[in-house]
């Protein structure tokens, strides 16, 4: 598992992955997020691809979102695609310890494309970037896997992941406190969704 594969496969894949990208549908997990938001929030997208549908649904209501991507041409795709956000080209596993200071961080189908020794860590640091009562919305592996898939949308691509029980103990230890969590089932896969507390 490397992060510039990965990188490169987005680089690769980004406008394919987009007009599949529907099959998965967040809406409801969203519209879950927003009720205990304050509007003018402050979210920061961390692996935000071409920032449809998530964070333009964001700003469309209201919310000020950053968002982070590996890949030059997601960021390049969701300056496009969300203008009234801020996107920034940055590796997530290179973040430091309070590097942001912000209400929710939200992280979409993300996670595991970092290799899963490194998740507690990582998720540690998502809590360092939140203010008190900050909200965390992410989706993690279902399942224990680490592998590569020749023909992800047309390019290379890799996951590396626990199961589904690993993974809300991984986001416990990291100090958070679930308030919901189900498997999503909306597209071809499925995924871990945990909306948590600080
Ligand atoms: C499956 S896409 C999902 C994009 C977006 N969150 C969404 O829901 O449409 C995964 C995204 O994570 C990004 N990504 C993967 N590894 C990353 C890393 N180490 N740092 C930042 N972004 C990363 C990829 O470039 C890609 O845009």
């Known amino acids: 598992m490397c992060n510039d594969n990965v990188r490169k496969g987005y680089n690769k894949v980004a406008e394919n992955y ?18 205990l938001l304050p509007k003018g929030s402050l979210i920061l997208d961390i692996g935000c691809g071409a920032g449809i549908p998530i964070d ?25 695609n969300v203008p009234q956000a801020d996107f920034v080209l940055k590796d997530m596993s290179l973040l430091k310890d309070n590097e942001y ?17 490194k998740h507690l860590d990582l998720l540690k640091k998502f809590k360092s970037f939140l203010k008190d009562d900050g909200l965390l919305l992410v989706t993690m592996g279902s399942s224990d896997w680490v592998g590569t898939e020749k ?15 690993s ?32």
């Open 56 to 80: 333009s649904f964001l700003v469309d209501k209201g919310f000020k979102v950053k968002g982070i991507d590996i890949s030059e041409k997601q960021i390049e795709l969701a300056r496009k």
């Open 167 to 198: 993974n809300k103990e991984l986001i416990k230890k990291a100090g958070f406190k679930i308030i919901f969590e189900e498997i999503d089932t909306s597209g071809n896969e499925k995924h871990l969704v945990v909306l948590a507390k600080k």
């Open 18 to 35: 987009l007009k599949g990208r529907d099959q998965f549908k967040n809406d409801k997990y969203l519209e879950r997020l927003i009720k």
């Open 101 to 117: 200071k912000v209400d929710v961080v939200i992280s979409f189908y993300a996670i595991f494309h970092t290799p899963r020794e």
């Open 151 to 165: 023909d992800f949308f047309g390019g290379e691509m890799s996951w590396s992941h626990y199961d589904a029980n």
